[in-house]
């Protein structure tokens, strides 16, 4: 039993608990009761009180790279395409490798769950070794079977990527912490043959597809120039855009284009801090929701923005929104909670599993401490939590009932280790990395 202050479960929308008691069995919620009832019904094995504290379903990540940590701050304050092709792209062909994606990904897992996700959407080489690391700390993750045109560390191209994306989903089909979406790098990344390929799979297989899509004005340039037509039209011709479809960014779209994305029921999923730190533009969220379409957030790597907080990301969203809007009542507080649990869950295929506090789903929640002189005086605890507290208040992370965060520590990581061989990387990156930028 999970004694707290407030709750606010996503589900039923607008709803917020006070002095309930959220009660989990075998990694499940059972129930949400008014403390007062709640021994009339139940005993606990252990209980937990947070008198303080608000709970909330924990923060799906909807879109990250996970390993990509590793280069953090590397190359900052640039355009995408420099960013990527003189910078971030020379440093992964140099580093990339199993023990980088372990190292990266224990790090990025740590903060994530130091910051209240209790589920991340990854993108990015070596996958095997992601799961493996999912499944030491605890954590839920959508692992992205990436594919582009070009060989790496992981593989020699599309054949062997998609047969190793493949094959890691059988291996792992039945661990509940574990679910799979095709990774497609991007329309610019992929020859139109192997995106046909994707859509054949994904639909045999029933998984979502996870895709970079309208990020920049310069990759809606080249479409138009390379293929005469936008690349959402593009996709659309070869039948990748469905329901299961995740679009990632869409900072340029025209008005036709939204009332597309509506039929055909894709998904979007908004970056705002990664847009706005690359200069890339601004996804229309409000517009978007307003017209029907799912809208998650993500945080991108760590090495566009530079952190993995939801929270964060969270309030950015929805400032941002009100910015391009011009209209400070669009995408209100429950709706940004609503994009970065439930909506990112609902975009995974994962609505009925997590995403909100509701009876029969898994116990991913997340508890934020909201006494801090920061959240001073408090009127609304959706409002504090949205508005003005910060990942530094998260104490607790409970991830299928595991107590994956326990007052502001991890249980299953060990820090210090991961920081000594971060430190490490750093050592050989750093030197590495100034020679590229020389060359």
């Known amino acids: 039993m999970i004694y707290a202050r407030w709750i606010i479960p996503v589900e039923p929308a607008g709803a917020i608990y006070e002095q309930h008691v959220l009660v989990i069995r075998d990694g499940r919620i059972l129930a949400i009761l008014p403390a007062a009832q709640v021994h009339s019904r139940f005993r606990a094995k252990e209980s937990v009180e947070l008198p303080a ?9 909807a879109h990250t790279h996970t390993a990509m940590i590793l280069l953090r701050g590397l190359a900052d304050d640039l355009p995408l395409l420099p960013w990527l092709q003189q910078h971030i792209w ?24 130091r910051s209240g996700t209790t589920c991340f959407n990854d993108m990015y080489f070596f996958p095997e070794i992601t799961a493996e690391v999912v499944r030491h700390s605890g954590i839920r993750a959508c692992l992205g079977m990436l594919v582009v045109d070009f060989p790496s560390a992981w593989g020699s191209g599309p054949r062997e ?36 390929e994707v859509r054949t799979l994904a639909d045999e297989l029933e998984v979502p597809v996870h895709m970079h899509l309208h990020e920049t004005a310069h990759e809606i340039e080249q479409s138009l120039q390379q293929y005469g037509k936008r690349p959402l039209a593009r996709l659309a011709e070869l039948g990748l855009l469905t329901p299961n479809f995740m679009a990632v960014h869409m900072t340029q779209l025209t008005d036709a284009e939204i009332d597309d994305l509506v039929h055909c029921g894709a998904h979007v999923v908004h970056c705002p801090e990664s847009n706005l730190k690359l200069a890339s533009g601004f996804c229309p969220a409000a517009k978007l929701l307003a017209a029907g379409v799912n809208v998650s957030i993500g945080t991108d790597s760590a090495a566009s923005n530079n952190d993995l907080d939801m929270l964060g990301e969270m309030r950015s969203a929805a400032l941002l929104a009100k910015g391009v809007a011009a209209d400070a009542a669009v995408l209100p507080a429950a709706t940004a909670l609503r994009m970065a649990t439930l909506n990112g869950a609902r975009a995974l295929g994962l609505e009925q599993e997590t995403g909100s506090l509701l009876p029969g789903k898994w116990a991913d929640i997340t508890a934020v401490d909201l006494s801090e002189p920061e959240c001073q005086p408090l009127y609304s605890p959706l409002s504090q939590l949205v508005y003005a507290a910060s990942r530094r208040q998260v104490s607790d992370v409970w991830v299928a009932g595991r107590h994956l965060l326990r007052g502001g520590q991890l249980t299953r990581l060990d820090l210090g280790n991961i920081m000594e061989r971060i430190l490490r990387w750093q050592q050989r990156i750093a030197p590495a990395s100034a020679e590229i930028i020389q060359a």
């Open 53 to 61: 504290h608000v709970l909330i379903p924990g923060f799906i990540n």
């Open 161 to 196: 990527y998609l047969a190793k994306g493949t094959a890691l989903r059988d291996q792992y089909k039945e661990d509940p912490l574990l679910s799979f979406a095709f990774a497609p790098h991007a329309p610019y990344t992929l020859a139109g043959n192997w995106l046909k």
């Open 90 to 113: 020379p440093a992964e062909s140099r580093w990339l490798s199993p023990e980088f994606v372990r190292d990266g990904g224990e790090l990025a897992i740590a903060e994530m769950l």
